[in-house]
């Protein structure tokens, strides 16, 4: 079973402070991906990662930034995080670039005061 | 951008009824993908269409992919308690970038 976790379920920050999210596969999967969660939108994708140290942006990159050190890890930085970045953010990852299932974290639930 | 919408955003049935939600994209996909998401959970993969026209059953659940691969449907016959959640449709794009709905919220009378 493919397993993909997060650092946290749920975190509370304020405005302004450096936020990062953590995210790991166990499956040896070449891509990776950072999506947010917000009522009525669905998930839009942030950033997304084909390789170690090879990063894309996704539909709304602003005001986040990514790093893979390592294939089975994946990290979204909130660089100063704002309200409008409380959301749910799912991290997800898959083996091949095409045809193939996306397995998905259980999301951290991050709340900015 | 390239865009999946959904439809509708809630439904809300009797126990046996059927369910469908519909998306449609705004350019041809390569395959697209069902998930459900229970409350509280995390996306779960359902199925891949691929061909143009095609059908696939899993047991009460039918999805079919438009003949023009823009377009694509779910639906559940008789509707359980168990089938609660959101379901998302996601169309691959030409960059292998997935594309989600919006997702159609399905609540379930007993």
């Known amino acids: 079973d493919v397993k993909v976790t997060q650092s946290s379920r749920y975190l509370v920050k304020r405005t302004g402070e450096k936020v990062f999210l953590e995210c790991v596969q166990d499956m040896d999967h070449e891509n990776m991906f950072w999506y947010r969660q917000d009522p009525g939108l669905g998930l839009r994708l942030i950033y997304f990662?084909?390789?170690?140290?090879?990063?894309e942006k996704g539909d709304i990159p602003e005001g986040y930034s990514v790093s893979r050190e390592k294939k089975e890890r994946f990290s979204l930085i909130l660089e100063s995080a704002s309200t409008n970045q409380t959301s749910m953010y799912l991290c997800a990852s898959r083996q091949d670039r095409d045809q193939e299932t996306q397995y998905f974290g259980p999301g951290t639930r991050l709340l900015v005061l | 951008g390239q865009q999946v919408m959904q439809i509708p955003q809630y439904q809300h049935v009797q126990e046996g009824e059927d369910f469908t939600t519909y998306c449609n994209s705004s350019t041809t996909l390569s395959n697209i993908q069902w998930y459900k998401q229970r409350p509280g959970g995390h996306p779960v993969f359902l199925i891949q269409?691929?061909?143009?026209?095609e059908v696939k059953k899993q047991k009460r659940l039918t999805f079919q992919f438009g003949e023009a691969k823009k377009n694509s449907s779910l639906h559940i016959t008789a509707t359980q308690t168990t089938d609660v959640g959101t379901y998302f449709c996601a169309g691959m794009d030409s960059s292998y970038k997935l594309i989600f709905g919006s997702g159609t919220r399905l609540l379930v009378r007993p």
């Open positions: 269409l691929v061909k143009s026209g």
């Open positions: 990662s084909y390789d170690v140290k090879m990063k």
